[in-house]
């Protein structure tokens, strides 16, 4: 045993002197240098000033010489016992000279651990005629000879005794030991520490890692640890009974040293543990320190060019970036990630591109299953963060932690998330720890800023919600996983067409693809999206998802989106020939056109399409029948109303506010886009809360 010498500070070296520069001649500066075989930093050094690179410009050289206390060796040992600093050669200080050692062999020992001579604690495992066998761990048996047995002995009894010899087979003699003042010292395994990368080098061998548990899972079998290092992780099988807990005093995030053996378990590399132990503060201390510094280094986003020219883009870039490395810092830490969309088909593009950047990194992370514990996709059916959805993420949260060991999730929010409606979700979450980001397009409210880590929008940036929240999932995408950019680029494309995007980047991203796809193949997949997460209501749709965006078999894309969008289009005829006729028209005080329709009673119920989109087709229609005219569509119901605008200089999430001061009782919320959004309020109250919203709509500028 061993510590840092003192004298040297583990250097081996100490400083006796100093004598003058031979280089410079004690002026600390040289007239004529040999260029050849100096180090950058040296010339770098001589360029600034001239100074003697040899002596750094002080005329002067330490005199150093071997450390006499530790012979230049950096350490001194130190006694078994207590662990205070003895001299070279000597293994017991003066206080313990008197105390017998006793040791323990560690799980992970065997006979190569074991030192003639030495004083072993063990437990008698069976009895024989010719003596009896004492084991000193689970793999290290000796025996006491029968010579040497002058009692009765009972299988089960804790004995103490000495290595007599050790045999070049491994087989060794034991001889009993009365010992009635010791201290009982744990041998443990020495092995040198292996990262996660190297340990597929050795399989069918022992080897020891450290690194912080990310995971512990219990099945019905051993209990699976998965220790994160800087490279990786490494699943770790530890077995003290069917379905027990093992080493329940290991938790998550601590450091540990594990040592055991590398196996082969269902095609991937698994560590069955011989043994594990929580490493102290100060051994823990180094090894974090390298985890998070690697984890830091790997987690830096790709700096990629984006699919368009925007300025937009390029001021958003910072906090897109932020994002990217938080995300990649989480997927290297084995952290879950919820990525929470709005239900529609910018939402799902946004949300399905970065779930394309993450999986391939996850997979890569973890074991065979783990996409399904670390990563999931959420669609959200209001445009913010509900209670509804934010109860259901933190309750499945708190489920995996008790059933998987996990840590709790990140939650990325995309097109959602940017409004006052989010904050008693963002509190809630607030209060399990839960860190949240938000990349959005509707109108952002600065209050929400306190409750995120990053917020990508581009009202941030002078821009406004043309610049979808799928054109920013796409580029996003790419900075996480830049090995995924030509199969997601697309989906900008989708997300554009299916959000009637009438920024300039909308062209661009359309026109990036259009060798691929036509503006018609793009409003398909859209319609397509809508049209299929209507049925899906709060299911992700992965596989079928990924079908309609063409992200698996080709043939079975086509068949789909063209059954998809045919039927949609269907429906939507059908609600537009009942509720066309009984839209009311006039004309407002600003010049502007308004449209209203009772979808609650003129229109189909709990079927497609929705209040919603059943208002958009309504508005898309009337505007081309009143081309150049501006033009405010109003769908409602008995608590609901729903804005389209398009020339009329609305700003919804105001007048929300607004109205819920003015109609005391109406209990309105609501929200969305400045000129696209819907509102809430109870139904005693519609009529006053319609009449003032259509005061406010009449009083907006135009333009």
């Known amino acids: 045993m061993s510590l840092e010498c003192p004298s040297c500070s583990g250097k081996g070296l100490v400083i006796k002197g100093e004598k003058p520069c031979e280089n410079c001649n004690g002026t600390g500066k040289v007239k004529s240098v040999n260029l050849i075989g100096m180090t950058e930093k040296d010339l770098k050094s001589l360029l600034s000033g001239g100074f003697c690179p040899k002596c750094k410009g002080s005329g002067k050289i330490l005199v150093k010489e071997k450390c006499p206390d530790c012979g230049g060796t950096g350490k001194v040992p130190v006694c078994e016992i207590c662990g205070k600093a003895v001299a070279p050669g000597q293994s017991l200080c003066e206080s313990c000279i008197n105390v017998r050692p006793v040791y323990k062999l560690s799980a992970a020992c065997d006979v190569s651990d074991l030192d003639a001579g030495k004083t072993y604690l063990g437990r008698v495992a069976n009895l024989a005629d010719f003596g009896v066998f004492v084991s000193l761990n689970d793999q290290t048996k000796g025996l006491i000879h029968s010579s040497n047995v002058n009692r009765p002995y009972v299988p089960g009894e804790e004995v103490m005794v000495k290595v007599n010899t050790i045999k070049p087979n491994g087989n060794f003699d034991l001889i009993p030991q009365r010992v009635s003042e010791f201290k009982l010292i744990e041998v443990e395994k020495s092995l040198p520490r292996r990262k996660s990368s190297e340990v597929g080098k050795f399989v069918g061998k022992l080897v020891s890692i450290s690194g912080e548990v990310v995971q512990i899972k219990q099945t019905s079998g051993p209990t699976i640890f998965t220790i994160a290092d800087e490279d990786g992780v490494v699943s770790c099988a530890a077995f003290t009974e069917a379905g027990m807990r093992a080493y329940p005093e290991i938790n998550l995030e601590e450091i540990v040293r594990v040592t055991g053996e590398i196996e082969m378990h269902n095609g991937s590399l698994q560590m069955e543990v011989l043994e594990m132990k929580k490493l102290s503060v100060a051994d823990a201390a180094p090894i974090r320190e390298v985890i998070e510094r690697s984890i830091d280094a790997r987690a830096a986003p790709a700096h990629v060019e984006f699919l368009i020219k925007s300025e937009a883009l390029e001021r958003l870039r910072p906090q897109m970036e932020k994002v990217a490395r938080r995300i990649r810092r989480a997927i290297f830490k084995s952290e879950p990630i919820i990525v929470r969309h709005h239900a529609d088909a910018d939402g799902i593009c946004a949300g399905v591109a970065i779930e394309k950047a993450c999986l391939p990194l996850i997979k890569a992370q973890g074991d065979l299953d783990a996409e399904y514990h670390f990563f999931s996709r959420s669609p959200s059916k209001a445009p913010f963060y509900e209670l509804e959805d934010v109860n259901k993420d933190i309750a499945m949260a708190l489920e995996d932690r008790a059933r998987f060991g996990q840590a709790m999730p990140l939650i990325l929010l995309m097109d959602n998330g940017s409004t006052e409606e989010d904050l008693d979700a963002f509190k809630y979450a607030q209060v399990y720890g839960i860190d949240l980001m938000v990349v959005d397009h509707h109108h952002p409210d600065e209050v929400v800023d306190q409750y995120l880590q990053a917020h990508v929008n581009p009202y941030h940036v002078g821009a406004d919600f ?235 500028p135009i333009g």
């Open 466 to 700: 043309g610049i979808t929240a799928g054109m920013l999932g796409t580029e996003l995408a790419r900075m996480i996983n830049p090995d995924i950019g030509e199969k997601i680029m697309h989906l900008a494309a989708v997300a554009a067409v299916g959000d009637r995007s009438e920024a300039p980047e909308r062209e661009q991203y359309v026109g990036l693809v259009k060798d691929r796809y036509s503006e018609e193949d793009l409003k398909n997949m859209a319609l397509a999206l809508d049209y299929e997460q209507f049925w899906l209501r709060y299911n992700d749709g992965k596989g079928i998802v990924d079908d309609i965006l063409d992200l698996g078999n080709e043939g079975r894309h086509k068949a789909l989106v063209s059954l998809l969008a045919g039927q949609a289009a269907r429906m939507i005829s059908d609600q537009l020939e009942a509720s066309l006729p009984h839209v009311k028209s006039v004309e407002l005080p600003n010049g502007a056109m308004l449209h209203v329709i009772d979808v609650e009673n003129y229109a189909h119920k709990f079927t497609f399409p929705a209040p919603g989109k059943t208002t958009g087709e309504i508005h898309d229609l009337l505007c081309k029948k009143y081309e150049g005219k501006p033009t405010v569509t109003l769908g409602y119901g008995p608590d609901f109303a729903i804005l389209r605008s398009r020339g009329v200089q609305m700003n919804i999430p105001k007048m929300v506010r607004e109205l819920r001061e003015e109609v005391r009782g109406g209990g309105v919320n609501g929200g969305g886009h400045l000129v696209v959004g819907s509102i809430k309020f109870v139904e005693g109250m519609r009529k006053e809360v319609l009449e003032k919203l259509t005061q406010k709509i009449g009083r907006a």
